[in-house]
């Protein structure tokens, strides 16, 4: 099992140094963004560019760029935003906003969608599965954006609920801070409760009509003894992996929800380095989300296992 | 399976809790960046306070929005307008501007200059440096003694010397920085004798455009032996192309290089796959020719003979940039040309002073070898000498700027009254919903300041807090003329070469009911007649405004089909009389529905004459839009159509409709478009420097590099003008009126007709009525070509908290405005105006009360 996780490991690490070095050459080869402004100006950011080493050849800039990865995990300065300031910390500082947004949002869509969803699998068919189903359909074909403008209109001015804008303070833990998050939490809970409801009630709708059901019912068992102990277990091994998908799709789907709501995270930073052609800012968050989504990968497969003993991987 | 599953688990585990605890660790590590409370009484710097010279309550919070965080508010780098937002509290100028007021305390309407960071006014000293730093017998102001003020210190009490001037100077002209703003002294009216020089002394060589090296064609430059380089990237799009062997293409190519790189944009096998610079030269040299639209794709390479020169003067010429200590609070600016009064205070409204210690500290040197700095960039690396000194700041969140209580104002007496706010506090409220939430906020009584949009003026039209604030911009259509751009876009359908008539064009201008479309889409803006609006200011000691010029009210007449009469009368186009040109002007309307048919039928017969146009086809004009249309914007484009509509008369064109074109994939492909000229029409607007209007003609319509004509502009070289200057009639084209105006042609070696030879002085030294006749007929001569067609002088509305009054409420000029930070006075405290929401709201938002009062 060990060789199993150590060779995806590093097979892991092959693929981001690829998908890395076909996003650097890719980016190099758009042309530079225009310069706007006197002559006197445009004369001087060429010869800033010049400097800079943008106009060396691609092939050498690649290897400089993979040098000061390997050697000191040096991300560069921002050239085109955040001018000379550190990548990484940049993105450091911007990272924890966002964690902090989704993280909530997942932690209070789980239960919520879980519970829906199973209560909509055993009532399969009456007036609470039609409505539950109803709902859900409204809420995942809605984006997350309308939500946060109803939320932010009604909940946080008309109602002043909440604040109209997400707290600066950055203790994420804080009570207050959480509050002033609830706005935009419940903006990107919406959708993933619906995700989690309708995904756990067709699983769990799938496995409560098996046979090895009515095996456990015959054998002695509760409805909801053997819900919750086969059944859910069961459908669990498509869940759960849906679970750790749906966190990693938020986590990079969330530009407008932080926009709307004044939340200094890191949604909007890979848009604006791509349009800005800002090639440090976007190898780096490239890498950040490759990483992240090739970890999850793993860990998805791995799950397969703990949830399904019958799963074995790595095994021949 | 016990293994699997704890490594299986542990990995999960791992996954979530390492980016929870991340963030967490992160965001608890931030200590330095902590946020203020939100805006309410708080004292800063609490915890010394017993030793600071000034100590006061912070009670009077003026709270703001922005749209998009500051990323560096370094003097010698800013970039954005929202990165000068710190930097226009915690620093002040040598000069600046108040209000005047008059014995019973109310602002007269004027301003004044008063010296801040100088104890004195410029002495002007250029007879001491003559012989030196390019100051010849007989120059005058162009060497300036500057008094430091000896009370200025920086915001830890280090007082500020002469030295820290002259380090900061050397700092912004680093030829291994190349700091962004050092254009500021190295161009335009504020160049200082050497700068440039300096900043690039490390620097081999710059392509420069042929024009700019004295040749009138390409060819001309060809015979003299010289060798022309073609923008491979820009004009062709090779960037990132290589050729057989693997090398990538360079940006500039000899255009007799013959090595092909291929093109990727063409199909492998078919014509163009493989081109090279010297093709491209055969196929399209003739359009890169020398003052056509093109001609920045051309370049010579020029060799820097400046390269090693040196910061202090020497008389072999390889040395010497103008800012001079003399002693430790005074210093010497020697400028490259004469610089009249206003514009010399005006250029030191700002300084360039940085903190040394700091500076250094935060200097990085890239990979490449170029050395940055990250002065300016956060809370830790600022250093304030101005009012104000920033106290917290979190990116693209929210900042808050309190007093600085080393700040030499608060004790010296001159500013009583001023300065009256506390702290002030900004939020980011950014994205598409910005105004919405903007507004929202705003109606909780959290910021002071917000924009009202047209659709809400019919709630907010009759308040007491709306203000009405004018801006310098111009909107008006840009209108291709590039014949071989028009050309190929013509279908068997689709004609929109008709453009390229000025009779057409005009026919477009006079269809438009300004005042019409101002009620409709701008309730604010004034319908524009004129390329300047009354933003513009020619005389900023009297404040005479440009447009208030008989000069420039006679371009709205002309421009407008009014003829003068010998008895100073003017008559319209249909027959109607003034007596004089005050009447005449104040009707100008600009819309004339029988003149624009008559221009449509003229515009018909020639289009048909020179084969332009077959009935079959359909006018269409081209609008080009970086984004998605807005509603509003398909609902003007719709409201254009239909005058168009009701103007062209039977008999003539199918139909004239814009159309618009989103298609470009990104801004900077609109921008590439708009650069080549390749757009039918751009309606956008070109504004700033309202208290400088003579470089406005070359920097916005004429000057390739800077201009929104961009590619539109072919003409302005062709175009004469004739001008009396004392007696003596002088010819030029509008290209050099308009460059001299601009200050340019003192370095231009651009053709013979060199008019500050002629002339024998540049703008800063001429005649304020010569410098408006100038500027006039270049004004007039650029609206004939009808490339540019004003629309409306734009005004934004607003809605002001009842927070606080500004010093007037008649704005100014662009210069003070009404008044800024310095004369703002607040009708609440904090804890007052907490008390007044929570009394006049209703369910927590004060919409009725500003909608009431």
């Not at chain 1, 950011?45 to 040098?67: C, D, H, S, T, V």
């Not at chain 1, 989704?102 to 932690?107: A, G, P, R, T, V």
């Not at chain 2, 915001?155 to 001037?165: C, E, K, N, V």
């Amino acid at each position: 099992m060990l060789k199993y996780v150590i060779k995806r490991l590093l097979l892991a690490v092959l693929t981001l140094f690829i998908i890395l070095s076909l996003c650097f050459i890719f980016i190099k080869m758009l042309p530079l963004p225009v310069v706007n402004g006197s002559t006197e100006m445009v004369e001087l950011i060429e010869a800033r560019r010049e400097a800079m080493g943008y106009y060396k050849p691609i092939l050498e800039q690649f290897f400089l760029f993979w040098g000061r990865i390997f050697t000191s995990f040096d991300w560069g300065y921002g050239e085109q935003i955040y001018q000379m300031q550190s990548v990484t910390d940049i993105i450091a500082g911007k990272l924890p906003a966002t964690i902090a947004v989704n993280l909530y949002s997942l932690i209070l869509s789980i239960p919520i969608g879980l519970l829906l969803g199973i209560y909509a699998a055993v009532k399969k068919n009456k007036w609470q599965d039609h409505t539950i189903s109803t709902l859900v359909m409204v809420f995942v074909s809605v984006p997350s954006f309308v939500y946060a403008f109803l939320i932010q209109y009604l909940l946080c001015y008309r109602l002043g609920w909440f604040p109209l804008l997400a707290s600066t303070d950055t203790n994420y833990l804080a009570p207050e801070v959480v509050w002033s998050l609830m706005p935009a939490i419940f903006s990107l809970a919406f959708g993933s409760i619906a995700g989690f409801t309708r995904y756990t009630r067709a699983e769990l709708s799938e496995v409560l009509t098996s046979e090895y059901m009515l095996l456990a019912r015959a054998k002695g068992l509760t409805r909801r003894q053997a819900t919750i102990r086969h059944a859910l277990r069961n459908a669990m091994v498509v869940i759960f992996p849906m679970i750790l998908g749906e966190f990693i799709s938020i986590l990079s789907g969330s530009l407008i929800i932080e926009s709307i709501f004044s939340i200094p995270g890191i949604g909007s930073l890979y848009v604006t380095s791509i349009t800005s052609l800002d090639y440090n800012f976007f190898m780096a968050i490239s890498a950040f989300y490759t990483a992240v989504g090739l970890a999850a990968g793993i860990v998805i497969d791995l799950s397969y296992g703990l949830i399904d003993p019958r799963i074995r991987m790595g095994v021949k | 399976m016990a293994n699997f599953k704890k490594i299986a688990a542990a990995a999960a585990a791992c996954i979530l809790a390492a980016t929870f605890t991340f963030g967490v660790a992160a965001c608890k590590t931030d200590t330095t960046d902590t946020p203020p409370s939100p805006p309410g009484p708080e004292t800063p710097g609490e915890d010394d306070q017993t030793e600071l010279p000034v100590s006061k309550e912070d009670v009077y919070t003026l709270n703001q929005a922005f749209a998009a965080s500051p990323n560096t508010w370094n003097p010698h780098a800013w970039e954005s307008n929202t990165d000068s937002i710190i930097l226009g509290y915690i620093t002040i100028g040598f000069y600046d501007v108040q209000l005047v007021y008059d014995e019973n305390g109310d602002p007269t309407g004027e301003y004044e200059w008063v010296t801040e960071m100088a104890s004195a006014f410029p002495v002007d000293v250029t007879s001491q440096y003559v012989g030196r730093y390019g100051v010849n017998s007989g120059d005058t102001r162009k060497a300036w003694e500057i008094s430091l003020n000896e009370l200025a210190c920086w915001d830890d009490g280090t007082p500020i010397t002469a030295d820290d001037y002259i380090y900061s100077m050397q700092q912004q002209l680093d030829p291994a920085m190349l700091n962004r703003r050092a254009d500021s002294y190295t161009s335009g009216t504020f160049t200082i004798y050497g700068a440039s020089k300096y900043l690039y002394s490390q620097t081999e060589a710059t392509y420069e455009t042929v024009g700019s090296q004295g040749y009138a064609t390409n060819a001309a430059a060809i015979a003299a032996g010289e060798t022309l380089y073609i923008d491979m990237w820009n004009f062709y799009g090779l960037s990132g192309m290589v050729d057989a062997d693997g090398n990538e293409c360079p940006q500039w190519v000899a255009i007799t290089d013959t090595v092909k790189y291929r093109d990727l944009a063409v199909e492998e096998g078919a014509d163009g796959d493989w081109v090279s610079a010297a093709d491209i030269w055969a196929s399209y040299g003739s359009m890169l020719e020398v003052g056509s639209s093109y001609e920045s794709y051309v370049s010579l390479l020029v060799e820097n003979e400046d390269v090693g020169y040196g910061w202090d003067y020497n008389a072999n010429g390889n040395g010497g940039v103008g800012l001079i200590k003399t002693d430790d609070y005074k210093i010497v600016i020697i400028l490259q040309d004469s610089i009249d009064d206003f514009n010399l205070k005006y250029n030191l409204s700002s300084t360039w002073l940085v903190k040394k210690s700091l500076y250094d500290s935060c200097k990085t040197t890239t990979e490449s070898g170029l050395v940055s700095s990250t002065y300016c960039t956060s809370l830790e690396t600022t250093a304030s000498y101005g009012p104000y000194k920033l106290t917290s700041f979190n990116r693209d969140s929210d900042f808050k700027l309190s007093y600085n209580p080393y700040w030499y104002g608060y004790v010296d007496g001159k500013h009583e009254g001023q300065f009256q706010t506390t702290s002030l506090y900004y939020r980011m409220i950014s994205g598409e919903s910005s105004h919405d939430t903007s507004m929202m906020y705003f109606m909780q009584g959290n910021l002071d300041d917000v924009s009202v949009l047209s659709t809400e003026m019919q709630y907010y039209g009759s308040s007491q807090y709306l203000t009405q604030t004018p801006e310098s911009y111009t909107y008006q259509f840009f209108l291709c003329n590039n014949k071989q751009w028009l050309e190929s876009e013509d279908t068997a359908t689709e004609n929109h070469s008709v453009l390229q008539l000025e009779s057409f064009r005009r026919a477009l201008s006079y269809s438009i009911s300004r005042s019409e479309y101002c009620s409709a889409y701008s309730p604010a803006s004034q319908p524009g007649f004129g390329l300047l609006n009354y933003c513009y200011v020619v005389d900023p000691e009297t404040g005479l405004l440009y447009r208030d010029t008989e000069q420039a009210k006679r371009v709205s007449l002309l421009y407008n089909g009014f003829t003068e009469n010998a008895d100073g009368s003017w008559t319209t186009r249909n027959g109607t009389k003034f007596d004089d040109l005050e009447s005449a002007y104040e009707a100008i309307s600009g819309y004339d529905p029988t003149y624009a048919a008559e221009l449509f039928r003229e515009a018909y017969a020639e289009a048909v004459q020179l084969g332009l146009y077959n009935d079959n086809q359909d006018v269409v004009i081209y609008y080009g839009n970086p984004g998605e249309l807005s509603t509003v914007l398909s609902a003007m484009l719709e409201w254009f159509n239909k005058s168009f509509a009701e103007c062209l008369p039977e008999g003539t064109f199918k139909s004239v409709s814009i159309k618009a074109y989103t298609g470009y994939g990104s801004e900077d492909a609109y921008w590439q478009a708009l650069k080549a000229g390749q757009m039918d029409l751009s309606f956008s607007a070109w504004g700033g420097a309202a208290m400088d209007p003579w470089s406005i003609i070359y920097g916005s319509y004429i000057d390739p590099a800077n201009s929104n004509n961009y590619g539109f502009d072919s003409l302005s070289k062709t175009l004469d003008i004739t001008l009396d200057y004392n007696g003596k009639q002088v010819t030029a084209s509008l290209y050099d009126w308009a460059s001299w105006l601009n200050n340019g042609q003192a370095d231009s070696a651009y053709d013979e007709n060199n008019l500050y030879t002629i002339l024998g002085t540049s703008v800063g030294e001429a005649d304020l009525e010569f410098k408006i006749d100038v500027l006039a007929a270049c004004e007039l001569k650029q609206l004939e070509t009808a490339v540019n067609i004003p629309i409306y002088y734009s005004y934004t509305n607003g809605l002001q908290s009842a927070k606080y009054n500004n010093g007037t409420d008649i704005y100014v000029n662009e210069l003070i405005g009404y008044g800024g930070i310095r004369h703002i006075t607040f009708n609440y405290t904090n804890s007052e105006w907490t008390q007044f929401v929570s009394q006049n709201s209703v369910n927590g938002s004060l919409e009725n009360y500003y909608r009431t009062h």
